[in-house]
């Protein structure tokens, strides 16, 4: 096998390679970005956010709660 013919096996092997490897990533990208976004959209419920955030129970009173003055 002449050295030429085996650079040109590497690099169609490489781009074999590199062009599954891309489609994994970009796969993998898309669907932790739907993960993300789905659970932004479920820690919007408060039933869900407080099964999955359990330290939103200690985190008092909310600030834009208001009570009416006595006086």
Same mark, same amino acid.
């Given at each position: 096998? $002449?050295n030429r $013919? %085996? @650079? @040109? !096996?590497? @690099?169609e092997i490489f *781009? $074999?390679?590199? !062009?599954r /490897?891309?489609?994994?990533?970009?796969r993998?990208? *898309?669907t932790? /970005?739907?993960?993300l /976004?789905i $659970?932004?959209l479920l820690? =919007? *419920?408060p039933t869900?956010?407080?099964?999955?955030?359990? =330290? !939103?129970?200690y @985190?008092?009173? %909310? =600030?834009?709660y208001? =009570?009416?003055?006595?006086?």
């Amino acid at each position: 096998m $002449s050295n030429r $013919s %085996r @650079e @040109e !096996d590497y @690099e169609e092997i490489f *781009i $074999s390679f590199s !062009d599954r /490897a891309q489609r994994l990533m970009s796969r993998l990208l *898309i669907t932790l /970005a739907m993960l993300l /976004a789905i $659970s932004q959209l479920l820690l =919007t *419920i408060p039933t869900v956010r407080n099964l999955l955030s359990p =330290t !939103d129970r200690y @985190e008092g009173y %909310r =600030t834009d709660y208001r =009570t009416e003055a006595t006086d």
